[in-house]
């Protein structure tokens, strides 16, 4: 079973919009933290957000915002007025276990800002 | 320094070559990984080193030969490599633990001809 899913593949929005890119993740751990990475282009991770389990509070960072549901298990990522450099694709990930070794990335969303 | 560097940034190279892709960090992170990430998918875990000790292999082919020499340095060997090996592969370190997250490198893109 995917640990973690990212319904949509491939999102395209015209520059200035709000875009929000959904993730939904399993586990059967009380602990676990999950992060957002994003990979434009050149092709390198940039680390973005991690969140844990226990804290719910939703993070604005600039025009990015998350906002994290344990109920529905959802850790969703909105980008605010998209700008052009937001191209990229966004991967969130979940990592669970003792020594956080058990790390899953969900398939991504290749998000593509049209100027 | 916060940074994962790999080296080298490209590599083509033949079926019946044999080279090594190289991950430094200097953050003090004690575990190491290498992922492989072929087009629009994520990237797909090899190894994981921790403490310099193996610990985790995905089933790897041993085409691919992992070597931690020290704390800092992680290599990955590669030999009588496939044309479907093609790929991105990316290095990334994180403190031991759970839930730090990985810092990861720019990766290596190699091409098997």
């Known amino acids: 079973a995917q640990k973690v899913t990212q319904a949509q593949t491939e999102i395209s929005v015209v520059e200035k919009e709000d875009v929000t890119l959904d993730c939904v993740y399993e586990t059967r751990d009380t602990t676990y933290y999950l992060f957002w990475y994003k990979q434009p282009p050149s092709g390198e991770l940039v680390f973005l957000i991690r969140?844990?389990?226990?804290?719910?509070q939703n993070e604005i960072s600039g025009r990015y915002s998350w906002n994290f549901q344990k109920s529905t298990s959802s850790f969703n990522f909105t980008i605010t007025a998209s700008q052009v450099v937001d191209s990229a694709v966004y991967f969130c990930?979940?990592?669970?276990?003792?020594?956080?070794?058990?790390?899953?990335f969900g398939t991504g969303t290749s998000l593509t800002v049209i100027p | 320094d916060t940074e994962v560097t790999q080296t080298p940034k490209h590599l083509v190279m033949g079926m019946t070559n044999k080279k090594s892709l190289k991950c430094e960090q200097h953050m003090g992170h004690r575990a190491m990984y290498w992922y492989k990430q072929k087009a629009k998918k994520p990237p797909e875990l090899m190894f994981v080193y921790s403490y310099e000790k193996l610990s985790i292999n995905e089933s790897v082919p041993s085409r691919f030969s992992p070597e931690c020499p020290n704390s800092s340095l992680l290599n990955l060997h590669l030999h009588a490599l496939q044309p479907e090996d093609s790929a991105l592969y990316l290095c990334a370190s994180s403190q031991s633990g759970q839930g730090y997250g990985y810092t990861f490198g720019s990766g290596t893109r190699l091409t098997v001809v």
């Open positions: 969140r844990n389990s226990f804290d719910e």
């Open positions: 990930a979940l990592s669970e276990g003792y020594t956080g070794n058990q790390f899953y």
